[in-house]
């Protein structure tokens, strides 16, 4: 029998907090059924990361690349929010000041119902042209014969790709949340990618800092607990 985990003070330091800040990785979509980057069957354990994932890629082999999207979208929408991502939504309901910076693309915590997100790498629900401002939502399957925009640009992906930089406005709303917070959870990430990663460190933020992993993970020795168990089994016993 699952031995079961040891909340400690968790529940009363959430009680007690006055600003929360939550940051996620794509270890709470794997709760949903989404892989991860780095885990077993990670992406990027089976994927060209800069074919995939960057600008000099999408130039290379546009087509690749939104065949590559297309799947992703697709296995985003075909999956429903986790009991973890419905927790973090309510944990968000009861809380004075609450913010959910997620590195993940897949839409789940605004589906779950959370309202203050801040999508540091974007968002495949949308997709964006390279030359102009244009937008459009990526619902269905793009179609790979209609890849140019009007303006003479291609539509890419609204989401952050290697060497570029995140988007500004979303950045500096983290760094100020995670400055005001007094409790931080760090949720399914590797904290192998800054800068969000380095939302959790002492240097910006003075916040108590929970990891919620069942693996170490870079920011370990970074947070002032760890509690070693999957997403699913800690949140949903955090919220009445
Ligand atoms: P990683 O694949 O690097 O890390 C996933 C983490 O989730 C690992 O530490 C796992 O131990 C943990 N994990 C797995 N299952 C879990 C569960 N059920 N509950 C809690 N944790 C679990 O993914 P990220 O840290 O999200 O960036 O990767 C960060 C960024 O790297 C991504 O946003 C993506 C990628 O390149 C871009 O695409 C820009």
């Not at 809380?95 to 119902?113: C, E």
């Not at 950045?171 to 931080?184: I, P, S, T």
């Not at 949720?187 to 192998?192: A, D, E, L, Y």
């Amino acid at each position: 029998m699952q031995e079961a985990v040891q909340l400690g003070d968790l529940e009363d330091r959430l009680d007690a907090a006055r600003s929360i800040l939550v940051l996620t990785g794509s270890g709470i979509s794997a709760e949903s059924g989404l892989p991860t980057f780095r885990g077993v069957g990670g992406l990027w354990r089976t994927h060209r990361v800069e074919e995939l994932a960057s600008a000099a890629g999408f130039e290379r082999d546009p087509v690749l690349v939104w065949t590559w999207y297309n799947e992703r979208r697709l296995a985003h929408r075909a999956v429903e929010p986790s009991a973890a991502h419905v927790a973090l939504a309510k944990i968000e309901q009861n809380a004075a000041d609450f913010t959910l910076a997620t590195q993940n693309v897949d839409s789940l915590h605004l589906r779950a119902g959370s309202r203050n997100v801040l999508e540091l790498h974007g968002k495949l629900r949308e997709a964006k042209c390279t030359r102009c401002d244009a937008r459009r939502p990526f619902d269905d399957a793009l179609d790979l014969n209609a890849l140019e925009h009007a303006c003479g640009g291609m539509w890419r992906p609204d989401i952050v790709w290697f060497g570029e930089t995140l988007p500004a406005d979303v950045l500096e709303a983290a760094f100020e949340a995670a400055g005001r917070a007094d409790l931080m959870l760090v949720i399914g990430t590797s904290g192998m990618v800054r800068p969000a990663a380095s939302l959790a460190t002492k240097a910006v933020t003075q916040a108590y800092v929970v990891e919620i992993n069942p693996e170490e993970t870079a920011l370990t020795a970074h947070v002032d607990r760890s509690i070693r168990a999957r997403a699913s089994d800690v949140l949903p016993h955090l919220v009445t």
